[in-house]
């Protein structure tokens, strides 16, 4: 993690201090054309200290197998897993990330994409959507599939817009969708 490790130590570092809970960093390949950007971690991700390594991880690599992408990066727009306590058992679950945490992170996120400068940033459902949108009403449903020309600091790059994994586990419908829109992808891959 040559390019990444300086940004790196920062997030673990100041985000571990902020947020008294383990960091999970992005993952693969720090030249990848292609950026895929979820949420949050869950459990498993800080568990295992990796980002999309759970059930929603087991159906993005579904997907990436069957259109044979690799060398991709994964990251996530907040890299501390939000919990709440459960009200049945008191235990951690998760919850959407907050403002404070969203605020937090999201300066991170967009220096670390500028540092691997990608062709495609791939955001999975409305939290890095409206990240990048810099729009709390932004909502997935209107416009994924499609891509959208974005830059950071001068580095341009085409912002593609994507259902999370976990939505096609509580919707099936939404599984051919999912899998339309990353065939597309290899489309926007080649021309963006
Ligand atoms: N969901 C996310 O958004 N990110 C992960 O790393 C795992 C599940």
Redesign the pocket.
């Known amino acids: 993690m040559e390019k990444l490790s300086i940004l790196n130590n920062r997030i673990k570092t100041l985000g571990e201090e902020r947020f008294n809970k383990r960091v ?1 960093l992005g993952n693969g390949n720090e030249n990848a054309d292609i950026v895929l950007v ?5 459990a ?2 800080e568990k295992q200290g ?8 087991g159906i993005l690599k579904d997907l990436t197998d069957r259109l044979e992408l690799k060398g991709l990066y ?4 907040v890299k501390i897993r939000p919990t709440k306590p459960s009200p049945k058992t008191g235990k951690p679950v998760n919850r959407p990330p907050n403002r404070e945490e969203l605020d937090f992170f999201i300066p991170f996120l967009f220096e670390e994409i500028e540092l691997i400068s990608p062709k495609v940033v791939v955001t ?2 409305n ?2 959507l409206r990240a990048f949108m810099q729009n709390n009403k932004a909502v997935i449903g209107d416009c994924h599939g499609r891509g959208l020309p974005f830059g950071i600091n001068g580095k341009k790059f085409t912002l593609y817009p994507m259902y ?3 939505s096609v586990i509580y919707n099936r419908s939404l599984e051919a969708v999912f899998i339309k829109d990353g065939e597309n992808l290899l489309n926007e891959r080649i021309n963006g």
């Open positions: 999970v979820g949420e949050a971690p869950g498993e991700e990796l980002p999309f390594v759970g059930m929603a991880g994964i990251t996530n727009t999975l459902g939290t890095p999370h994994p976990a």
